[in-house]
């Protein structure tokens, strides 16, 4: 009896879209010894690529019809319906991941379009940025076609390690994606707003740096498992830090930003959610009762 320990030949894919995000899924791919096609609108992008051993398509139909798993990656959605919209006979019965930044709507709509095709259907969103792809910890948030993920999640774990299939609704991943952007954008502007002021005395972002990682690490990462069951169970009571002393706290923050000569823009939408939360007579209650305010923005 002999027993085969040989490994399945890689899956052959398609890259459509070969800007900085989908020459480094193709790179991927072709590290991993995926037998990649690629197609780009402007071919130039291909040949280097090309020169490491993918296929250049010289339409988008050839690329889709070379294997079963087709991942698109361009800069909108509408690009990709552009793109892919005379294609539907060619991306039947075929595997087609969208990895193009989309809103919920746009994905649920690209999905329904697929399901009227007979396309098996992922949309994904990267939380990554292109020297990241194909690193262990690289994550990458897919949902729909439960089937096509099972499939394939060998292979989309080329591009990321940290793959995670969300379930069969294809909204969910875009939405993860906006709100883990949000967090980003929000923990920037907190950190140039600090430097902003910081600056005035003549202190430097590296001299801060310091503090403002051990701040994060130490006390915002810390509270976050505190804020999530807080809003969870909608119970806003806190023996920590109400919102009627953050209300004291962010008017010095505004108050030394113009005094030293800096703008307090980045703040006043906070302090004005605070002010507004405790004008509604919730000064006691902890900084994540502010999620109320989100829920109900005309109550
Ligand atoms: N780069 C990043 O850090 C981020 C990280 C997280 C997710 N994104 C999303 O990935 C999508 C593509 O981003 P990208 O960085 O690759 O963008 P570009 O380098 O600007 O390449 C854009 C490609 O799209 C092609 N394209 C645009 N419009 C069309 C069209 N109408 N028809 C055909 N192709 C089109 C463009 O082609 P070309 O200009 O080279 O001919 C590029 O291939 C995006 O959703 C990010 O949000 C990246």
Redesign the pocket.
């Known amino acids: 009896m002999s027993t085969d320990t040989t490994s399945p030949a890689p899956t052959p894919v398609s890259v459509i ?6 020459t480094a899924l193709a790179e991927a791919f072709l590290g991993q010894g995926h037998p990649t096609t690629v197609w ?3 071919f130039q ?1 291909a040949e280097q690529l090309v020169s490491r051993g993918a296929t250049g398509a010289d339409t988008v139909g050839a690329a889709l019809t070379a294997g079963p798993l087709a991942v698109v ?4 959605d509408e ?1 990709v319906h ?2 892919l919209d005379p294609e539907v006979q060619n991306l039947k019965g075929r595997v087609l991941v969208n ?3 989309s809103t919920p709507e746009e994905a649920r709509a690209t999905a329904a379009w697929a399901e009227q095709h007979g396309i098996m259907y992922l949309d994904g969103a ?1 939380m ?3 020297p990241l792809v194909g690193q262990p910890q690289a994550l990458i948030f897919y949902g729909g076609s439960a089937p096509a993920f099972e499939d394939h999640q060998e292979t989309l774990r080329v591009l990321g390690g940290a793959a995670t299939y969300l379930g069969d609704d294809t909204g969910l991943p875009s939405l993860y994606d906006v709100a883990l952007l949000g967090i980003l954008w929000s923990t920037v502007a907190g950190n140039i707003q600090a430097l902003a002021l910081l600056g005035t005395e003549g202190v430097t972002a590296e001299a801060f740096l310091p503090y403002a990682t051990a701040w994060l690490n130490h006390v915002a990462v810390p509270y976050l498992p505190r804020l999530a069951e807080e809003v969870d169970r909608q119970d806003y009571a806190t023996d920590v830090s109400t919102l009627n002393v953050n209300k004291e706290a962010i008017a010095h923050l505004v108050s030394a930003s113009r005094a030293q000569g800096v703008s307090p823009d980045l703040v006043l939408p906070f302090q004005a959610l605070i002010e507004r939360r405790v004008a509604r007579g919730h000064g006691s209650d902890s900084l994540s009762s502010l999620i109320e305010e989100l829920r109900n923005p005309s109550a």
């Open positions: 879209g070969l800007g900085m995000m989908g780009n609108r402007s992008k990656c361009l800069s909108t690009a552009q793109v990895l193009t930044s990267i990554a940025t292109p």
